[in-house]
């Protein structure tokens, strides 16, 4: 079994509004923000934390429909937190493709450090969120108009609708079958980001560069790494920034998307995103249909 370190670079869009759940005030759901101080003072920018993505990616996983009618979680008999930890097939039931990669904690018993860590999340754009006006929760509705006390609207923050995230995948020293879940998840947990609804993002994508989205798989990193600087706040030189390093490699030229030495294999835009798929159709073959 082979093994490689892999990364996954990648801008996504949010095409509406998003929340993501960080701290409840009074009677207001605020969405989780940084604060950076650069050379123009303080910014206060969205943020997409990698936690937050980590567990999309996970449930994405666990609620992969397997063949058998399950979900391939309950399947595995794998879940949150209670997480089966089965490196090694045991008790006649298969390894576990998603602890394998996320980690694993059975308390009290083992814990198994997880080899794929996320990073990135702090949007482009400087973009404050905006408070909005919810529907009450039904049990709220049908409490109001008894003796009880008034039931109170709820207004919650969302991220704006075409704030770009950059995000970051990096798996260290795991197999082609092993990193196909991580590739499975990173795709599949695209249209499911955000908590509650609306939810959903996209890869950003324009017709010169295709998707934005780079992905390596190396023993020896040679490769620019597509990174924006959270200090970026203006969307065409962060863009450019992000192409560039994507064409840059050490030694070898990026054609047709893809630039290769015996160490280090590089996949650009449509490319990786043909290699991100083949991986995750690898691993449904394997686990799921
Ligand atoms: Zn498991």
């Not at 303080?42 to 058998?68: I, N, Q």
Request: proline share 8%; glycine share 8%; aromatic share 8%.
């Amino acid at each position: 079994m082979k093994r490689y370190h892999w990364d996954i670079y990648a801008i996504l869009e949010a095409p509406q509004e998003l929340y993501f759940g960080h701290e409840v005030e009074i009677n207001v759901n605020r969405v989780e923000t940084v604060t950076l101080e650069g050379p123009e003072g303080k910014v206060v920018k969205p943020y997409f934390s990698p936690t937050k993505r980590r567990g999309v990616e996970r449930r994405t996983l666990l609620w992969a429909p397997h063949r058998d009618g399950k979900t391939l979680g309950e399947h595995l008999e794998c879940g949150i937190p209670g997480t089966c930890a089965r490196m090694e097939p045991e008790d006649g039931k298969p390894a576990c493709p998603i602890c394998r990669v996320f980690g694993a904690l059975r308390p009290g018993e083992k814990t198994v450090i997880g080899r794929l860590t996320h990073g990135g999340g702090v949007a482009i754009q400087t973009l404050e969120p905006q408070e909005k006006q919810r529907a009450m929760h039904p049990s709220d509705l049908a409490r109001s108009g008894s003796e009880q006390e008034n039931p109170t609207p709820f207004r919650r923050e969302y991220n704006q609708p075409g704030l770009y995230y950059p995000v970051y995948n990096h798996a260290l020293s795991v197999s082609e079958e092993e990193f196909a879940a991580a590739a499975y998840a990173f795709l599949n947990a695209l249209p499911r980001v955000g908590a509650g609804n609306p939810k959903g993002a996209r890869i950003l994508s324009d017709e010169e560069f295709g998707p934005y989205l780079v992905l390596d798989r190396y023993l020896v990193p040679k490769g620019a790494r597509p990174i924006i600087s959270p200090h970026q706040t203006t969307i065409e030189p962060a863009l450019a920034g992000f192409r560039q390093a994507a064409q840059q490699v050490r030694g070898a030229s990026v054609e047709n998307g893809r630039a290769e030495d015996p160490y280090f294999t590089r996949w650009v835009g449509e490319a990786a995103s043909a290699e991100l798929e083949r991986l995750a159709q690898q691993f449904a073959d394997a686990y799921l249909v």
